[in-house]
């Protein structure tokens, strides 16, 4: 297996935690392109992370800080911004990274309306899938200048056909 990484606009297969969390925030708002199935996951897994830190931070300290009366302490009130900031900022790179999940999986991201919608397990199924040889509707199905294989990609007797610019034998 190669080394090597791909451009940005190519989905990185077999990605590593740190590099897949750096990768969605470098294609913040980017919608088009595709996502693999390492680099969506690992982003959904951070993100459960920072939010299970953060709720369970607000909990704890909401009882530790209760007022006679039963209300919550105002320590929780930093943490509770810090959720909430964090739930605006991730919104954007976290639906894109799920649209271009949804796009290396061969299928239209307007799929991610499902979530929208109360029906979220659709969406998560369909990025739950292995890549595609229809995502090549969204990308070509190798890059240029990587070798086939390189980094998660089958090789052209698999079933995706050649390299761009390349005779199918």
Same mark, same amino acid.
């Given at each position: 297996?190669s ?9 990185? $297969?077999?990605?590593?935690? =740190? ?16 996502? %693999?199935? %390492? ?10 992370? =920072? =939010? ?5 931070l607000?909990?704890?300290?909401? =009882?530790?800080?209760?007022t ?20 605006l900022?991730?919104?954007?790179? $976290?639906?894109?990274? $799920? ?6 999986? &061969?299928? %239209?991201?307007?799929?991610? *309306?499902f %979530?929208?919608?109360g ?6 199924? *369909?990025?739950?899938?292995e890549?595609s ?7 070509p199905?190798?890059p240029? &200048? ?24």
């Open positions: 297996m080394t090597q990484v791909p451009p940005l606009d190519w989905p990185h $297969s077999g990605i590593a935690f =740190v590099p897949a969390v750096k990768r969605v925030f470098q294609k913040y708002a980017t919608f088009s392109g595709r996502a %693999s199935r %390492s680099e969506f996951w690992w982003w959904m897994l951070a993100n459960g992370i =920072v =939010v299970s830190v953060l709720y369970a607000i909990a704890v300290l909401a =009882v530790a800080g209760r006679p009366d039963g209300e919550p302490g105002m320590a929780a009130i930093a943490p509770t911004i810090l959720l909430v900031v964090w739930a900022a991730v919104v954007v790179p $976290s639906i894109a990274v $799920s649209v271009r999940r949804l796009h290396d999986a &061969g299928h %239209s991201g307007w799929f991610y *309306l %979530s929208v919608f029906l979220g397990i659709v969406t998560l199924v *369909l990025c739950a899938m890549t040889p229809a995502a090549a509707t969204y990308g199905p190798y240029q &200048g990587y070798a086939p294989g390189g980094y998660g990609y089958a090789a052209p007797n698999q079933g995706y056909g050649p390299p761009p610019g390349q005779q199918q034998y």
